[in-house]
T-cell receptor, first 114, second 111 residues
């Protein structure tokens, strides 16, 4: 009965590889997000989708490409991984785009690029 | 430039003590949220404040939004080990629904 789930939990890979992280929510929400939390715990938004449409696209290298096949899923594909991509990536969802709405976060995917 | 400054960055106290953490900005926010994040997990929303001067209480936690909506504080009374975690404030500006997070206060409550 997990609300927001992410796979994998841990991802260790070599520089230059391409990898994907998957996110699913069973809350019936229409808005989903990807955040990056660096080693100093700073959490920064990367992307947001509302009803499968991209609505927030922060200054993120175009090696990062989100995809939302349906409202319940938001995946993140990363090409040509770099050392600086090492971080914890969190998926989140909310009902609607209002900043007053609670965002529910997944457990995170810890990505380590060697 | 960090939009939301949180202080202190680290706080280690004994069980039963009181504490206050702060979230400050030079910008006005239309709303501000506080989250708690435990190790290996995602942040969990504690409270949302929207009105300048607003005070909200959640058991032993008291949240206050500054009159000018530029700052907020979180006060914990009689801290318990279960309060240990990373406390994050996050604000939204105007009609922008994007949340900007502070860097957090890492609280450790020792038994």
């Amino acid at each position: 009965d997990t609300a927001v789930s992410q796979t994998p939990k841990y991802l260790v890979t070599q520089m230059g590889n391409d990898k994907s992280i998957k996110c699913e929510q069973n809350l019936g929400h229409d808005t989903m997000y990807w955040y990056k939390q660096d080693s100093k715990k700073f959490l920064k938004i990367m992307f947001s989708y509302n009803n499968k449409e991209l609505i927030i696209n922060e200054t993120v290298p175009n090696r990062f490409s989100p995809k939302s096949p349906d409202k319940a899923h938001l995946n993140l594909h990363i090409n040509s991984l770099e050392l600086g991509d090492s971080a914890v990536y969190f998926c989140a969802s909310s009902q609607g785009t209002s900043s007053l709405n609670e965002q529910f976060f997944g457990p995170g995917t810890r990505l380590t690029v060697l | 430039t960090q939009l939301l400054e949180q202080s202190p960055q680290f706080l280690s106290i004994q069980e039963g003590e009181n504490l206050t953490v702060y979230c400050n900005s030079s910008s006005v926010f239309s709303s501000l949220q506080w989250y708690r994040q435990e190790p290996g997990e995602g942040p969990v929303l504690l409270v949302t404040v929207v009105t300048g001067g607003e005070v909200k209480k959640l058991k032993r936690l008291t949240f206050q939004f500054g009159d000018a909506r530029k700052d907020s504080s979180l006060h914990i009374t009689a801290a318990q080990p279960g309060d240990t975690g990373l406390y994050l404030c996050a604000g939204a500006r105007g009609s922008n629904y994007k949340l900007t997070f502070g860097k957090g206060t890492l609280l450790t409550v020792n038994p």
